[in-house]
């Protein structure tokens, strides 16, 4: 449930669908906010994660997050993924302080949300390098500011995953 212009009460009220995003950042850009996107499957939600989120956060006065549908997640991690389902990420992601708002879509890359919601900032994790940001060349014609942010590489799902995998019977 909204309060006022965006402001969210309930974590659940953080997941907008592509209009409400609009109109909630249209909102924040009125009042001159800054608003950051970021973006990925976060299939599981792991401590990189968090690190990138808080990261991108600062970079800015509103961060949206943009996670990938289930469709997505299979398409780029592959086999037996996602392991949970686009909306219990959406509403994990929601749930973290640093998010203000979660959006689900589908395909791959982020261009068309950057089309149509147009961020000041476009926030990649530290897997990236300025110059590999799918989406620079989109970004850089839009006027959206790439940032890396987050801390080094060392965590992934793929090999979270793998672990748990590993894990003797019995083990919990």
């Not at 009220?13 to 409400?20: D, F, Q, R, V, W």
């Not at 982020?110 to 089309?115: A, G, I, K, R, S």
């Not at 850089?140 to 060392?154: C, F, N, S, V």
Request: net charge positive.
């Amino acid at each position: 449930m909204m309060r006022l212009m965006g402001e969210f009460q309930t974590t659940a009220g953080k997941i907008l669908s592509m209009e409400a995003a609009q109109r909630t950042i249209a909102a924040w850009r009125a009042r001159g906010e800054r608003i950051v996107m970021a973006n990925g499957c976060f299939d599981p939600l792991h401590v990189g994660h968090a690190r990138y989120l808080d990261g991108a956060r600062e970079l800015g006065d509103r961060l949206v997050v943009a996670v990938n549908d289930d469709a997505g997640t299979a398409a780029l991690k592959g086999p037996g993924r996602p392991v949970m389902p686009a909306a219990d990420r959406a509403r994990l992601l929601a749930a973290l302080r640093a998010v203000d708002a979660v959006v689900v879509f589908s395909g791959t890359n982020v261009n068309h949300l950057l089309e149509t919601l147009r961020p000041d900032i476009h926030a990649k994790g530290t897997d990236y390098t300025p110059q590999s940001v799918p989406e620079r060349a989109l970004a850089e014609q839009l006027g959206i500011r790439i940032a890396i942010t987050g801390d080094p590489k060392q965590h992934a799902s793929t090999d979270l995953l793998e672990r748990l995998r590993r894990r003797p019977e019995g083990m919990e």
